[in-house]
C-alpha cells in the first residue's frame, strides 16, 4: 500500500510540474465549451442579405422593415437592377437576395396572389437551407397577418413544439459531445503517453526490476487522471448550466455516475495502446487518430448516426463515445432514469471488461 | 555457489533473413563478492547480456541463474534482489534527488534510512543538491544518484551497464573507488565499460566481441596470455611509419596505440631485428622502446585471431 501510495504521489508530482500539460488538461475543457458555446455554432444569426424591389410600394416596404427587424437577417445592400445580383454574390459578403417584382402590392391586392424569389449561395448547403428557410418564414408570417382580418376558408396551421429543447440551442447537443471529447482525451491520450514515457526514458526497465506489479504501476498511473478528468466533468457541467443555461434535467449522481463508468473505458483504452506502443509519438498519434477522429465523426455529436450509410453505422458501435454521448443526452437534456439506459450502460461495461483484459494481457513484463 | 552462472546463452535479433546474433554462445560464472567486468567496444552484446541477466529479455537458449536463482522461472524472486542501473540516465528528471531516492527505497519495501550506511559515501556527495531536479544534475552526480537508487534496497548482486559512458574522467575514478566500497561489503557486482582502462580495475574480465567470448580471465591473466614481445614505436610521419612496419615479414600486427604505434613481433629475436631495421631507415625523432601489453593490445590480438 505505501509503495502505491509513493507511485501515486511521483505521478502527481509528473502532471503538478509540467505546467503546460496541466494547463492543457484543466483548460481544455472550458476552452472547448466557450468555444463551441460562443464562436462554432451553426444556428444562422445576422446573416447579411441583399433586397432588389421593383415594386417599391407600400407592402413590400412592411415587408422589409419585417426582415430587417428579425434577428436573423441584416440588410446589406439595396440593389437596383437583376445585373447587380450577380455581382453582389461576387463579393461574397450576401448570402441570400430576395428578389421582390413590379407591381408586388398591387398584384397581392388585386389577385390574391404575388411571388417573391429567393436566390441564395449555396457553396455551403446548409447555411443556404436555413436562410431560405429564414425568409419564407418571416414571409408567412407576414402574410398571415395581413390575411388576418380577412377569414379565408381552409386554412391548416402547424403548430410546433420542440420537446426537450424549446429554444432550439445548440449546447444541449455539444455539451455531451465535448464531454466525451475531453474524457477521451484526458484519460486514453494522457494514460496512454505517460506509460509509454517511462518506457521511452528508460525508467520502465528500473520499475521492471523491482518488487513492483505491473498492475499497481498501472492503476496508480491510472488514477491522478480518474481525479482531474473528475473535476473536468464538474468543470463542464457548471459552466453549461450556468454560462450556458443548459439544465440537467436527470439525477446528477447518474450522470456522474455514468461519466467514472466512461471514464474507465477510456483509461483501459490508453492502457490499451501504451502497452501495445513504444514511443510517445506513435502512443499520441494512434489516440488521434483511431480514437479521436472517429469519436467526433461517428459519436453523433457532429454527424447524426442515423443518417449514415450501413457501414460507418455498424462502425459507429465499437466507439464508446457513441453510448456515453446517447446516455448524457437521455440523462442530461431528456432526464430520463437508469431503465432507458441500461442497454448503453450494458455496452459500456462490456468494453471495459475486455479493454482492461487486453491491456492487462498485452502488458510486458519483459522489455521484448 | 556462483552469484552468477550464465551458460550457453545465444541471443539473435531480427527475423529470418536480416537476423543479428547478438550474444554467440556465452558462458561464465561470477564468483560472490566480485566485481566481473564485461569488457567489449560498443554493440558486442553488453546490454543484451544484462538484460538477460536481469529478467528484461528472453534469450533464445541457453540458462542462466543470478543469486542461484533461475532468470525465467524465478523471475520474480531475481527482480526483488537485484539492482540494476541501466546505460542511459533512467531516473525521473523532473523529480529531485530525494524525491527519486525516497520513491526507489518505497517501490522496494524500504527506507533511505535503513540501508543509509551502504550509500553514505556515494550520497553524501550529492546530499548537498537533493532538493534539485534530477535532469539538472551534471553527468558525474546524475551517476551517483543512479547508483544510489540501484542500491538503496541491499541488493545482493549489482548490474551496471556502462556506469562510466560520458562521465568525466575525475569522476569515473571516483566511481571504481566506491565499486571498490561496495565490493568489500559484500555485493557481487557485474559492470560492463566499452574503456578497456578500466578493466584492470576488475577482478575478472571477460572480453567481449560481436557477442563471442574471446577470454575470461583475471586482468592479469588476460595480459600474461599476451606472449608475442610489443614494442611502441614513434617517428615523425606516423602513416608511411607505420605502412613501412606493416611490410615487414618479423612484424605480426602493428597498428596505432595513443602517440605511439604499437608493433607485434612474430619472435623474441624479431625485436632487435626491427631496431636495426628502422635506425637504418634514418627517421626523424625516431623512438622505440619496449612495452608490457595491456588490455586493449591483448583485446586487439585476441579480436583478429577470431
Redesign the interface.
Known amino acids: 500500500m505505501k509503495q502505491f501510495l509513493s507511485f501515486v504521489k511521483k505521478e502527481f508530482y509528473h502532471i503538478f510540474r509540467d505546467k503546460r500539460t496541466m494547463f492543457i488538461l484543466l483548460g481544455m475543457p472550458i476552452a472547448q465549451i466557450i468555444i463551441f458555446g460562443f464562436a462554432l455554432t451553426n444556428e444562422v444569426k445576422n446573416a447579411k442579405i441583399a433586397i432588389l424591389d421593383h415594386s417599391k410600394d407600400a407592402v413590400t416596404a412592411s415587408l422589409i422593415t419585417e426582415i430587417e427587424s428579425s434577428r436573423y437577417f441584416e440588410i446589406e445592400e439595396s440593389l437596383s437592377s437583376d445585373k447587380e445580383i450577380e455581382a453582389v454574390f461576387h463579393k461574397g459578403i450576401v448570402k441570400l437576395v430576395m428578389v421582390i417584382p413590379a407591381h408586388f402590392g398591387e398584384d397581392l391586392q388585386h389577385f390574391n396572389k404575388a411571388q417573391i424569389q429567393l436566390i441564395a449561395d449555396a457553396t455551403d448547403p446548409n447555411v443556404a437551407n436555413q436562410l431560405t428557410n429564414y425568409a419564407s418564414a418571416i414571409v408567412m408570417d407576414y402574410q398571415k397577418r395581413i390575411t388576418y382580418e380577412r377569414k379565408l376558408p381552409y386554412t391548416i396551421n402547424t403548430e410546433m413544439r420542440m420537446l426537450y429543447n424549446p429554444q432550439m440551442k445548440g449546447a444541449y447537443n455539444f455539451v455531451p459531445g465535448v464531454m466525451a471529447m475531453v474524457l477521451l482525451l484526458v484519460c486514453t491520450m494522457m494514460t496512454a503517453i505517460t506509460i509509454v514515457r517511462e518506457k521511452e526514458t528508460g525508467t520502465m526497465e528500473i520499475l521492471l526490476v523491482s518488487p513492483v506489479k505491473p498492475i499497481m504501476v498501472v492503476i496508480a498511473k491510472a488514477i491522478p487522471y480518474l481525479l482531474l478528468s473528475t473535476i473536468n466533468i464538474f468543470s463542464i457541467l457548471i459552466l453549461s448550466v450556468f454560462v450556458l443555461e443548459v439544465p440537467i434535467n436527470g439525477s446528477i449522481t447518474l450522470l456522474l455516475g455514468v461519466s467514472i463508468l466512461f471514464i474507465l473505458v477510456s483509461l483501459a483504452l490508453g492502457l490499451l495502446i501504451s502497452a501495445a506502443t513504444e514511443t510517445q509519438q506513435t502512443a499520441m498519434f494512434i489516440s488521434l487518430i483511431a480514437l479521436f477522429l472517429p469519436t467526433v465523426m461517428l459519436s453523433g455529436f457532429m454527424f447524426p448516426v442515423e443518417n449514415m450509410p450501413t457501414p460507418l453505422r455498424v462502425v459507429s458501435n465499437i466507439i464508446p463515445a457513441k453510448w456515453y454521448y446517447n446516455i448524457v443526452k437521455s440523462v442530461m437534456i431528456k432526464g430520463l432514469g437508469v431503465s432507458a439506459i441500461w442497454k448503453e450502460l450494458l455496452v459500456l461495461t462490456g468494453m471495459l471488461l475486455f479493454f482492461l483484459i487486453l491491456a492487462i494481457k498485452k502488458f510486458k513484463i519483459r522489455l521484448a | 555457489m556462483s552469484a552468477i552462472s550464465v551458460k550457453n546463452i545465444i541471443k539473435t535479433y531480427g527475423k529470418k533473413k536480416q537476423k543479428v546474433t547478438a550474444l554467440n554462445d556465452i558462458s561464465f560464472d561470477v564468483n560472490e563478492g566480485e566485481i566481473f567486468g564485461i569488457i567489449g567496444p560498443d554493440g558486442a552484446g553488453k546490454t543484451s547480456l544484462f538484460?538477460i541477466l536481469?529478467?528484461?529479455?528472453?534469450a533464445d537458449s541457453g540458462s542462466a541463474t543470478v543469486d542461484g536463482l533461475d532468470v525465467i522461472k524465478d523471475?520474480?524472486e531475481i527482480?526483488?534482489k537485484?539492482g540494476?542501473m541501466?546505460g542511459?540516465?533512467?531516473?525521473?528528471?523532473?523529480?529531485t534527488v530525494e524525491?527519486n531516492l525516497?520513491?526507489?527505497a518505497?517501490?522496494?519495501?524500504t527506507s533511505i534510512n535503513e540501508n543509509y550506511e551502504l550509500i553514505k559515501d556515494i550520497y553524501v556527495q550529492i546530499e548537498p543538491f537533493k532538493n534539485r531536479r534530477a535532469g539538472k544534475l551534471s553527468g558525474g552526480m546524475k551517476q551517483k544518484l543512479a547508483l544510489s537508487?540501484?542500491l538503496i534496497h541491499r541488493p545482493s548482486v549489482l548490474f551496471l551497464d556502462e556506469p562510466t559512458t560520458g562521465v568525466d574522467a575525475v569522476s569515473r575514478k571516483e566511481f571504481w573507488e566506491m565499486l571498490k566500497g561496495l565490493k568489500a561489503q559484500g555485493i557481487t557486482i557485474l559492470v560492463s565499460t566499452p574503456y578497456m582502462d578500466e578493466a584492470r580495475l576488475c577482478d575478472k574480465v571477460l572480453l567481449l566481441q560481436k557477442g563471442k567470448v574471446l577470454s575470461i580471465n583475471t586482468p592479469d591473466g588476460v595480459i600474461k596470455d599476451f606472449e608475442n614481445p610489443l614494442m611502441a614505436v614513434k617517428a615523425k610521419g606516423m602513416l608511411p611509419l607505420l605502412e613501412k612496419i606493416k611490410a615487414m615479414d618479423i612484424v605480426k600486427d602493428a597498428y596505432p596505440f595513443g602517440e605511439y604505434h604499437h608493433v607485434v613481433m612474430k619472435k623474441e629475436e624479431n625485436v632487435e631485428q626491427l631496431k636495426s631495421n628502422l635506425t637504418k631507415a634514418d627517421l626523424k625523432e625516431f623512438e622505440i622502446k619496449r612495452v608490457e601489453a595491456d588490455i586493449e593490445d591483448c583485446f586487439i590480438q585476441l579480436m583478429k585471431e577470431e
Not at chain 2, 54 to 58: D, H, K, V
Not at chain 2, 106 to 109: D, L
Open positions: 538484460r536481469t529478467t528484461l529479455l528472453l523471475l520474480k527482480r526483488k537485484v540494476y541501466p542511459r540516465f533512467s531516473l525521473y528528471q523532473d523529480l524525491e525516497q520513491f526507489f518505497t517501490i522496494f519495501n537508487c540501484a
